[in-house]
């Protein structure tokens, strides 16, 4: 009866945010999504079921929604966490004297953070590098570019703090900007011609249907021989007509035509 009960709640945390956002739940994440609902209802003074009593009542504030779709999705992120794409997206805009790229679902930055690193060592003074995502509080923490330090944000990119940290440097991330932005919204990207989009370990989390919807999406954003790039076979087998396939075994890649 309790199990019965407890599949009940799930189901209905994942269809809100489902009609909400747009934002899919898989059967895996399910469970920790609604036990990390049930801890944040407590932390903020209410049991589980008022917290879904007054999300269907349109009686949370925009705060405690945005703890939510934080909660709805998973954030696992490093810097440099998948060279071959990195080292594509270089190559991609060595001879570009001012390359745009964007990142689409960057969690806390690291990856714009990187793709940066590696524009800046191979010549580029100039470029711009925007990174978006859902959650509110990764974007908070991207912007604010303090992280532990890692071997290879070395000092051409960011300074010790003296407790432990590292912050990227002010003028790296002028040029590394970020935005609050759900894919599947209505809501246009602040960032406009891109020469290159990518987004890494983020349509995992969607069916293949709403993979393809958001790729299309990224598709139209692209200006002729822009470029679109995501992970290994995490495109799900997408056909576009206006983008060719470029073949490559460890990225998936399109160019516009
Ligand atoms: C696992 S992280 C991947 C981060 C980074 N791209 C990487 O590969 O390390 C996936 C990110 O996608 C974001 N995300 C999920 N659905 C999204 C949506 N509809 N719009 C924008 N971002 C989304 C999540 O908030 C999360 O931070």
């Not at 071959?84 to 190559?91: D, Y």
């Not at 679902?105 to 010549?123: D, K, N, W």
């Not at 974007?139 to 912050?167: L, S």
Request: aromatic share 8%; hydrophobic share 40%; net charge negative.
């Amino acid at each position: 009866m309790a199990e019965n009960c407890q599949e009940g709640i799930d189901d209905r945390w994942a269809a809100l945010v489902a009609e909400r956002f747009s934002i899919e739940v898989d059967e895996q994440r399910n469970g920790a999504f609604v036990a990390n609902l049930v801890s944040y209802s407590r932390r903020i003074g209410m049991d589980s079921e008022e917290l879904f009593d007054r999300a269907t009542t349109r009686k949370l504030d925009a705060s405690h929604w945005s703890a939510i779709v934080h909660l709805a999705t998973n954030h696992e992120t490093k810097f440099f966490r998948y060279m071959p794409i990195l080292s594509l997206i270089e190559t991609l805009c060595l001879r570009k004297r001012n390359p745009q790229v964007l990142s689409v679902g960057c969690s806390t930055g690291e990856e714009p953070y990187s793709i940066a690193a590696r524009l800046l060592r191979s010549g580029h003074a100039l470029f711009r590098v925007h990174g978006t995502d859902v959650s509110r509080s990764c974007i908070e923490k991207a912007q604010a570019g303090v992280y532990k330090p890692h071997p290879d944000m070395r000092t051409d990119i960011a300074a010790n703090t003296g407790n432990g940290t590292i912050r990227i440097h002010q003028w790296v991330r002028d040029a590394v900007t970020f935005e609050v932005h759900n894919i599947m919204g209505d809501m246009p990207i602040s960032f406009t011609s891109p020469d290159v989009i990518v987004t890494q370990n983020m349509l995992i989390y969607y069916k293949v249907e709403t993979r393809h919807e958001i790729l299309t999406r990224l598709g139209m954003m692209l200006p002729t021989n822009g470029y679109l790039i995501t992970g290994p076979a995490e495109d799900a087998a997408w056909m576009p007509e206006s983008l060719e396939r470029i073949p490559n075994p460890t990225a998936t890649i399109f160019r516009k035509v």
